[in-house]
């Protein structure tokens, strides 16, 4: 975990913006809404891994519902700029035939004809779309992440069934699939742990979500743009190193081994790569007693009741209270949690 302060002093008025800069820009400041962070997202994994001199492509495919309406018409917009970032669009006419072709995606290193080295992938769906894709998902998952290629499951979750049959909280289906789960909190959050999933899902072999609130991506934000310093912990497991090679044959004795590391080895790197990035942040008072625990749109939330109650994020640190920001909601770090109780008489958990 990584102690963070936040910084409420910038003023975008005090800006030149140009709505270009919301894709193109690479350093400075822009104003960003939440769907348009998810849209740069690709392009920046794209960037990023051309610095690296990695020979990557990407890949995106899924089925459009709130709070991630409209995505696929941002998308179809960028037709040349994906294309000349090596990023292709499907939209699928269902998300399981998504999620089966994200699968291909991870499979594209072991063919000999390949082009690239690795494909980086994106599903994305609402919380219905992902109830009706578990199996392709699970499947995807078992098969898991090439080390070159990654895997980001973008799903959006409608709390308060705004534009919904039924309220949503994706957090328990996604980790009942083995999916570690990032929950960003505002569009700046978006930029940096989606691009963290996606390292992470490359170094533990497994799929990786998103959990999208509504109100996340249809806000906006002053973001400071800026690729996050992203370390690789040790990978060693049971005296080897572990490199997850991705397959699809789901028989015996193959299938065997994918379980194994599944719910072994993966998870166990997945939680060393939050660990070492610092993933899950703690601000406020270090000597206080009462600790506060949230993840994503409640963490903002939690922020703006304590400001209502007079405690502004400035006087957090001498407020007696100690505030834990999740960026991994599943797998928990226990080791993590239990540093952050300890001196504590008690501990809030707002979901």
Known sequence: ??????????????????????????AGQIHLGGLQALVRLPLDQARRDRAAGLRTGGFISGYEGSPLGGYDKELLRLGEQLAAAGVVFRPAVNEELAANAVLGSQLASTRASRTVDGVAAYWYGKAPGLDRATDALRHGNLGGASPLGGVLALVGDDATAKS??????????????GMPVLAPADPQDILRLGLHGIAMSRFSGLWVALKLATN???????????????????????????VHAPHARFLQPGLAQLEESLVGARPELALRYARANGLDEIAGDQRGKIGIVAAGQ?????????????????????????VLKLGLVAPLDVAGLLDFAAGLDEIIVVE
């Open 298 to 322: 409640t963490y903002r939330n939690t922020l703006e009741a304590l400001t209502l109650l007079g405690v502004t994020p400035d006087r957090l640190g001498q407020s007696g209270i100690r």
């Open 216 to 242: 996340v991506v249809d806000g906006s934000a002053t973001v400071t743009l800026g690729d996050p310093s992203i370390t690789l912990p040790d990978n060693t497991i049971d005296g080897q190193p572990f």
């Open 1 to 26: 975990m990584s102690a963070t302060t936040h910084d409420q002093t910038s003023d975008p008025r005090a800006r030149d913006f140009r709505i270009a800069d919301r894709l193109t820009a690479t």
């Open 164 to 177: 919904s049959t039924v309220p949503s909280s994706s957090e328990w289906a996604l980790a009942e699939l």
